[in-house]
């Protein structure tokens, strides 16, 4: 059984930053997409950024180039976040697919399979 667990949320100032880690266990797809995603009250969820199976590739949301940055570990993904803005405020997952990031799939969230229960980050400015 698949399990994504999210950590490192929590509450800071605009301008700052966190970092978000999701432990994996039980995915046994590691040829795969990895991805973090945000939701709003309201809105749709949104892909935020990728990577391939062997991290050689990251896709980052325009809204979150040159202040994100996606990474994976072994089991571990991870979401470094800087210079965050009110705009970031959201409830942040971890996704994994059954396939590869091909074109813009790493930001579809129907193209994610597995989910963790999201861990809230919020930007106060």
């Known amino acids: 059984q698949v399990h994504l667990v999210e950590s490192g949320g929590g509450s800071v100032q605009a301008g700052g930053s966190l970092r978000l880690s999701c432990a994996t266990s039980?995915?046994?797809?590691?040829?795969?997409?990895m991805g973090w995603f945000r939701q709003t009250p309201g809105k749709e969820r949104e892909g935020v950024a990728g990577i391939s199976h062997d991290g050689y590739y990251t896709y980052l949301d325009d809204s979150v180039k040159r202040r994100f940055i996606i990474s994976q570990d072994k089991k571990m993904l991870y979401l470094q976040m800087t210079r965050l803005k009110a705009e970031d405020t959201a409830m942040y997952f971890c996704?994994?697919?059954?396939?590869?990031?091909?074109?813009?799939?790493?930001?579809?969230?129907?193209?994610?399979?597995?989910w963790g229960q999201g861990t809230q980050v919020s930007v106060s400015s």
């Open positions: 996704a994994a697919a059954t396939a590869g990031c091909n074109g813009d799939r790493w930001r579809s969230a129907g193209d994610f399979v597995y």
């Open positions: 039980g995915y046994r797809y590691s040829t795969n997409c």
